[in-house]
């Protein structure tokens, strides 16, 4: 099974729903969910939109890149500490590095997690530079 298939069947179940009712509620062939629940087929983009619709998760939680299924409250500005710092090393593309003791990262403030973001930007922004350098050199 896929992780997709897996969490929609996970989500169908907890509502008691037949794969013909659940099909029924997201526009497609019940087939097409008795094959996308046994990974026997890959879920297209629209259909995944819909389907995170009807359940009310977010895609993803669809696809496995988190476990939170609720979708992030635009007015909560309660994102707690790892969360934000998670965000960063998802956004910054550095989750691969290992480095990171989350257990030392817990009792971050807002003003430290800032600066952990302006770091970041900077970051990356000189990463660019130095790119751009480097393009330029290889041009002349």
């Given at each position: 099974m896929s992780q997709v298939g897996d969490r929609i069947r996970e989500l169908r179940e907890?509502?008691?729903?037949?794969?013909?009712?659940?099909?029924?509620?997201?526009?497609?062939?019940?087939?097409?969910v008795n094959r996308i629940?046994?990974?026997?087929?890959?879920?297209?983009?629209?259909?995944?939109?819909k389907i995170a619709d009807v359940f009310g998760v977010t895609t993803d939680y669809l696809l496995g890149?988190?476990?939170?299924?609720?979708?992030?409250?635009?007015?909560?500005?309660e994102l707690g500490t790892l969360a934000?710092?998670?965000q960063l090393i998802k956004e910054?593309?550095?989750?691969?590095?290992?480095?990171f003791d989350i257990e030392k990262w817990k009792s971050l403030s807002e003003e430290?997690?800032?600066?952990?973001?302006?770091h970041f930007e900077w970051v990356?922004?000189?990463?660019?530079?130095k790119n751009k350098a480097a393009r330029e050199d290889t041009e002349d």
């Open positions: 907890e509502r008691d729903w037949s794969q013909r009712e659940f099909a029924k509620r997201v526009g497609i062939n019940y087939s097409v629940e046994l990974g026997k087929r890959n879920v297209e983009d629209h259909e995944l939109a890149r988190t476990d939170n299924p609720n979708p992030p409250d635009d007015d909560d500005k934000k710092i998670n910054y593309g550095i989750e691969q590095m290992g480095f430290e997690i800032e600066e952990i973001i302006k990356v922004h000189k990463a660019k530079e």
